[in-house]
């Protein structure tokens, strides 16, 4: 039935004085179904429009798409015919292929050659000052700072895996020409290492921290407390270098008696410190200059022993240039 016909009916029906409630009730519940219907309609023609909508959005972000995609194929391609006219051009003009700029020449992989100088003085006297413990940059750097003032080195025997944290300060001391030794990695008494495995581990571990930064390996060790047995010295690849002055800074903290300590060095001797006090910062400030003025010359621990003619080997502890 049409809609002006249900009109009409219901016109009719209400129209009458006679009508009865039962007829009113039926124009009532049909109103309320076109009501209804109506609605119904609507919502079915919007959501119709949305649909429609979002297929047109879909088309028009595919289509973009694919146009910016074939421009950017065409630049490419465009900047590849370029590069190759140019690069044929060069090859024309100057009779060959145009070279690339070379690398810059690999650090050696041992580390020697920046901390063995050849050109010391044999003659006169030569002590090692060492640090062991380390880095700590607000101490390192300011040892690192004397000896850079003076032109002398040292040797440090780090505990390995502090380096990530101290990067700085290793990368400044291997520029200064000092040596970077091993400490093992987590300053443990390999003694008390039931395994060769566990040994090397401690070894292996702190040279590849010691690699990342300078890009070579250690040539020494120093094992923590000096403490070694047969099983150590069997294991252990490199020369372990111990000591015969310990300042004893580590348990005065004390300037003036870790200079007390320093006070009677001789040719040859290695000197036991370590880059964590500020004292010993201080100590170093004062005792640098002090041996140069002696005539000695601080040098390298492997400077030490290349100008004493002691060659050093795998495995043998060392105390002393002497």
Not at 172 to 177: D, V
Not at 217 to 236: I, Q, S
Not at 250 to 278: A, E
Request: proline content about 4%.
């Amino acid at each position: 039935m049409r809609i002006e016909d249900e009109l009409a009916e219901e016109r009719e029906l209400l129209s009458g004085e006679n009508g009865s409630l039962k007829e009113r009730a039926q124009v009532g519940n049909k109103k309320r179904k076109r009501e209804v219907r109506s609605k119904l309609i609507l919502l079915n023609s919007a959501i119709a429009l949305i649909v429609i909508m979002s297929v047109l959005i879909f088309k028009v972000v595919s289509m973009n798409r694919d146009n910016g995609n074939r421009v950017r194929s065409a630049s490419t391609t465009e900047s590849d015919k370029s590069i190759q006219k140019k690069a044929k051009g060069e090859k024309k003009d100057g009779g060959a292929e145009a070279t690339s700029t070379p690398l810059p020449t690999a650090v050696p992989a041992s580390g020697k050659d920046r901390w063995l100088r050849k050109d010391l003085d044999k003659n006169k006297p030569m002590v090692a000052l060492t640090f062991d413990d380390g880095p700590y940059t607000p101490v390192t750097d300011k040892i690192l700072s004397v000896l850079k003032k003076h032109d002398q080195r040292a040797t440090f025997f780090w505990v390995c895996n502090r380096i990530p944290r101290y990067k700085s300060s290793v990368k400044q001391a291997y520029e200064q020409g000092c040596q970077i030794a091993s400490h093992t990695f987590e300053h443990v008494i390999l003694t008390k290492l039931k395994k060769k495995k566990g040994i090397l581990a401690q070894i292996d571990k702190a040279n590849r921290e010691v690699n990342k930064v300078i890009g070579c390996d250690t040539t020494a060790l120093r094992p923590p407390g000096g403490v070694v047995n047969g099983k150590v010295k069997k294991t252990v690849k490199v020369p372990m270098i111990c000591w015969n002055v310990d300042s004893e800074d580590w348990k005065s903290r004390n300037t003036k008696k870790i200079l007390q300590r320093c006070k009677s060095v001789s040719d040859g001797d290695i000197i036991l410190m370590h880059d964590l006090y500020p004292t010993t910062a201080k100590a170093v400030e004062k005792l640098v200059p002090q041996l140069k003025k002696k005539g000695f010359q601080m040098v390298t621990i492997d400077e030490l022993f290349y100008y004493k003619g002691i060659d050093l080997k795998p495995g043998k502890v060392y105390f002393s240039g002497k």
